[in-house]
């Protein structure tokens, strides 16, 4: 007998008590902040995780989902064309493929270099009228091997992508130092809310994105002013 297709299956409970659970800190951490659990928006990262795993989370409300690798997250964002995702792209972006990118996704977080906005902008003209969605990667840690401007370089690149119409930028990514004690993690993102709020009086009003605090780290996020995680494991289960 052949099994069913993989597409059908449901979550099974287990993964329903890790959502309820996730939602339950989340709701724990705003609070604990004085912040409206409601402005934290939740990325889930579906990286190596399947269409079924997505419609699981589909099912479940959720509605944004982040993919890292052009090559795998292309077949995956096809079969759910119609299931109403928005889809954002979180790895680092290569030049060969911004014009992909820009035709498939609706948000890109990982942008680093002027020359990278630059070729999406124009790619994204080919294909679509609506703006692409823009954050800019800063490496709060300064870590050598790690993508990313340094925090005196977003203002520049800030105004140098406000040149381009195809790109709505939205705000500021980062990922802290992942080996880095906790409390050198919340000073880091008490270091980009900062920059966050500065930047604000010097761009639009769809300046509204605070992307920060993955599976390790979202709690501590939210009650130093994230507006936006992105969760892979704690939602989704480990990635193998
Ligand atoms: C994989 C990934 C995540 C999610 O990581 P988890 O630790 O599984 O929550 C978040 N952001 C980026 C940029 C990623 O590559």
């Known amino acids: 007998m052949l099994a069913p297709p993989a597409e059908i299956s449901v979550p099974t409970p287990n993964i329903e008590q890790r959502i309820n659970r996730f939602r339950d800190e989340i709701r ?8 409206d659990p409601e402005e934290v928006r939740v990325l889930a990262v579906s990286k190596q995780k399947s269409v079924a ?3 699981g989370l ?3 409300g959720f509605r944004e989902f982040g993919e890292s690798y052009v ?3 292309l077949p995956k964002l096809k079969s759910l064309a119609s299931a109403g995702c928005t889809w954002h792209y ?3 972006v290569q030049s060969n493929k911004t014009k992909k990118i820009a035709q498939h996704f609706d948000w890109v977080q990982s942008i680093d270099r002027v020359h990278i906005g630059k070729r999406l902008a124009e790619a994204r003209k080919e294909f679509s009228n609506v703006p692409l969605n823009v954050c800019i990667q800063v490496n709060i840690d300064d870590e050598p091997t790690k993508a990313g401007v340094a ?3 977003v203002a520049e690149l800030v105004q140098q992508l406000q040149e381009f119409s195809q790109l709505q930028i939205r705000g500021l990514m980062a990922i802290p130092n992942p080996n880095a004690p906790q409390n050198a993690t919340r000073l880091s993102f008490r270091r980009m809310r900062a920059v966050f709020d500065r930047l604000q009086s010097q761009t639009s009003p769809a300046w509204d994105t605070l992307s920060m605090g993955m599976s390790a780290d979202y ?4 009650e130093e002013g994230t507006t936006m995680v992105r969760i892979g494991t704690a939602l989704m289960g480990p990635r193998t």
């Open 53 to 55: 795993d997505i419609r």
């Open 58 to 60: 589909l099912s479940q």
């Open 219 to 222: 709690t501590i996020a939210i």
């Open 71 to 73: 090559v795998e997250a």
């Open 28 to 35: 724990a951490a705003a609070l604990r902040a004085n912040r």
């Open 151 to 153: 925090v005196h370089e």
């Open 90 to 92: 979180v790895g680092v």
